[in-house]
């Protein structure tokens, strides 16, 4: 026997496995013990915290380019249509590559792609706010875009990967959905901050300490994880994806933007045709990128359709704010972001909160609540909206939209993630961020069609104004300031009136759109549990299918 270190009282105690000695080798395993659980539970919220950041990076960078597009026309002279590809080259590259992205990091490791994207998404953005011309500034915002489709889906999956508790996942899915949120309404005022001092170029350098603050954190941190049967990646179903996603949002933004054109056409049908050859291409796989018998699962399908036309509204009421805040009412960039801050701050404590609603009522009931809310914010702006309102007459309606996103945002992202095998999660992640993707392009498209159709009813052009001035109201506040003061007063008036007529319109269509949608989720998803265990290896979860 091995003669004990600890010095004992008694004689002939002193040997281990006797006396005092066993107490203390008790003593140090259940220290040991809580030490390695201390250090997990560490790892675990240590893990979500850089996920959060991850998705706060993302989400403010999606919200300041629109600002800062003055200023770098001003200073590279753009063309027009260079000024959309400026806007659009980081969507189609991000909505393009996410399918593709989750699977690979269910092959190669969620961990270690983050990381690596997380380093060019920094790269990128330096080489964005140095492009010397348009044409290296559309490239540079598309590789932007591309490593942002690495981030996105890999730190969802993580997050499923770590959280191995039902409860836990639901509260930590909840917390990086409320992030998200919040990060929306943070974008603008960071951009305003930054503009009102620095050059255009500053909205993205400010990504790079928080890139370095991820990749440092997350080598020690983030745990890795990966698919352990992962097989082969098929070649051909990547080229579908990218093709068939890119195409179909190309095609909205452009109906959107000029109408139902040939190319409009060309594209979807283009669009359309490789999602169906895509689709069923995955069915005669052994290891596709999407398992399409997930969408035979209702917890799965019901939030992933939830998801896409939540955020069809969503992204549409920022459109329409970001127009009606400034032109209407006249605040500047900053104001403008400062007056959505409750929003996002209502949709951080909502996606916080989700987690505990859930194990009171229900998935059912929080994402239906989720939308009603949602449904009621649409229509309070509709009521206040007019070509004076106050900031304090909009509150209200902030509020109420803000945590009604959180809810419904948070609860069905976790069901996402709950309803397939942890091996799977990123392909599941990516699933549910194209659908955000997509659903974003279709809310700009429809509703800004809507306002636009409402608008141009509405205003009377006076003679000897051109027909394009009447196309947006940036437009003709612009053809207003060319002319006479007799003239340009009663148009400008006018056309802030036809705005206002036309957003109240369009957020009506969005409150109907969302009451339905309430109405469906509740009933589809009352069958699936409150507490969804991990499926395991294999087979998708039948849950409430």
Not at 79 to 104: C, K, R
Request: charged share 15%; hydrophobic share 55%; glycine share 14%.
């Amino acid at each position: 026997m091995t003669r004990c270190s600890r010095r004992c009282r008694g004689a002939g105690r002193g040997w281990a496995g006797t006396g005092c000695c066993q107490r203390f080798v008790r003593e140090r395993c259940a220290a040991a013990g809580r030490l390695r659980r201390m250090t997990s539970e560490t790892r675990k919220w240590g893990t979500l915290v850089l996920g959060c950041l991850a998705m706060l990076l993302l989400a403010v960078d999606l919200t300041v380019l629109h600002l800062a597009v003055p200023a770098l026309v001003a200073d590279l002279g753009p063309s027009a249509t260079q000024v959309l590809w400026i806007a659009d080259a980081y969507g189609f590259a991000l909505a393009g590559l996410l399918v593709t992205m989750g699977n690979l990091g269910d092959r190669w490791g969620r961990k270690r792609l983050l990381l690596v994207g997380a380093a060019g998404f920094g790269v990128a953005s330096v080489c964005t706010a140095y492009a010397p011309t348009p044409e290296l500034l559309i490239v540079a915002r598309a590789l932007l875009g591309v490593a942002g489709a690495t981030i996105m889906p890999s730190t969802l999956s993580i997050i499923r990967n770590v959280f191995t508790d039902a409860r836990e996942r639901t509260t930590a899915v909840g917390i990086w959905s409320g992030v998200g949120a919040a990060g929306f309404a943070v974008g603008p005022i960071v951009g305003g901050l930054l503009l009102d001092r620095f050059w255009w170029g500053s909205v993205f350098l400010v990504n790079v300490p928080v890139v370095a603050l991820i990749v440092g954190l997350g080598v020690v941190l983030l745990p890795e994880s990966r698919n352990p049967s992962p097989g082969r990646l098929d070649l051909l179903s990547v080229v579908l994806s990218v093709v068939g996603v890119v195409a179909v949002v190309y095609a909205v933004k452009e109906a959107a933007h000029d109408g139902f054109g040939v190319g409009v056409v060309v594209a979807a049908v283009v669009g359309v045709a490789a999602v169906v050859v895509f689709g069923r291409r995955q069915t005669r796989l052994e290891e596709p990128l999407i398992d399409v018998r997930l969408f035979a699962v209702r917890a799965f399908s019901a939030s992933i359709g939830a998801t896409l036309v939540a955020m069809f509204a969503s992204l549409s009421l920022s459109l329409v704010l970001a127009q009606y805040l400034q032109l209407v009412l006249g605040w500047t960039p900053l104001q403008a972001g400062l007056g959505g801050l409750p929003g996002g701050v209502c949709g951080a404590v909502g996606g916080g909160l989700a987690g505990v609603l859930v194990t009171r009522w229900g998935r059912a009931a929080v994402v239906a609540c989720g939308l009603g809310l949602t449904a009621v914010g649409f229509g309070l702006f509709a009521a206040v909206l007019s070509v004076d309102a106050t900031f304090w007459a909009m509150l209200p309606a902030m509020v109420v939209y803000g945590t009604g996103v959180g809810f419904a945002f948070a609860v069905t992202n976790d069901t996402v993630l709950a309803s397939v095998p942890r091996e799977r999660a990123g392909a599941a992640a990516s699933i549910a961020e194209t659908a955000t993707e997509m659903g974003g392009a279709l809310g700009i498209a429809v509703l800004g069609s809507v306002l636009g159709a409402v608008y141009r009813g509405d205003l009377v052009l006076p003679a000897g104004v051109p027909a394009e001035a009447g196309e947006s109201l940036a437009a003709t506040l612009h053809a207003a300031a060319g002319l006479p003061g007799e003239v340009a007063g009663p148009l400008a008036a006018a056309a802030r009136a036809a705005f206002v007529d036309g957003a109240a319109t369009s957020m009506w269509v969005c409150a109907g759109v969302l009451v339905v949608l309430a109405v469906v989720a509740g009933r589809v998803l009352r069958p699936v549990p409150k507490v969804i265990d991990d499926p395991g290896v294999g087979d998708p979860r039948p849950v409430a299918s």
